[in-house]
């Protein structure tokens, strides 16, 4: 399952770049390159994608901080400051690691997403990059209900109900300082609409 260069643009536009380790906040885990997060990788995983990439001590250090999320992966990021990765190093990683590991994840979470065209699929790919593939959330504001809408909408092919659900989960985060999010979704939508045309 391939995406259109326009959708991995807005996944790495989004994502952005950090040379250093850096704590983004929330349920998020150390994170490096363009929005890799060891919080949500095994060290296995992270060896095979950065082993061979990084300095031995760097890759190292970075390991121990692998799985913690939140609180923990915050007191943790101040002992990995000094560590840096290339923005080359982070692009090969990006493609030849983790772009093949969202597209397979978006394929089994969204099924019907291969059929759809490339734009549209890789919107739905930025998504599962940002926010994973769960469809279960029992909280009363049910974070989850668009991401199910998603599913039956890819699996029907509808492009336009796609792009109303991606607009319709910017509830999550409205009056919450979380702009950025809001934005993502919006240009994902944007993107689905461009294949349509």
Do not use: C, H
Request: hydrophobic share 40%.
């Amino acid at each position: 399952m391939s995406i259109s260069v326009a959708a991995r643009d807005l996944i790495l536009e989004m994502e952005g770049f950090s040379s250093k380790p850096e704590w983004p906040g929330g349920q998020s885990g150390v994170t490096i390159g363009f929005g890799y997060d060891l919080g949500y990788v095994t060290a296995d995983q992270f060896e095979s994608d950065w082993g061979e990439r990084i300095r031995r001590d760097a890759g190292q250090r970075l390991k121990a901080a692998v799985g913690l999320r939140a609180l923990r992966a915050r007191n943790r990021v101040g002992e990995l400051s000094n560590i840096r990765v290339s923005r080359k190093v982070a692009g090969e990683v990006f493609d030849t690691r983790s772009l093949p590991l969202y597209e397979l994840r978006t394929a089994q979470a969204f099924p019907g997403a291969e059929a759809l065209p490339e734009d549209a699929r890789g919107a739905l790919v930025s998504l599962v990059y940002n926010r994973g593939t769960s469809m279960v959330d029992n909280s009363p504001e049910d974070r989850r209900r668009e991401m199910r809408a998603i599913r039956a909408a890819a699996a029907a092919g509808d492009l336009a109900e796609i792009a109303a659900q991606l607009r319709a989960m910017k509830r999550l985060w409205e009056g919450k300082g979380l702009g950025g999010l809001i934005t993502r979704r919006e240009e994902e939508a944007q993107l689905v609409e461009s294949a349509m045309a």
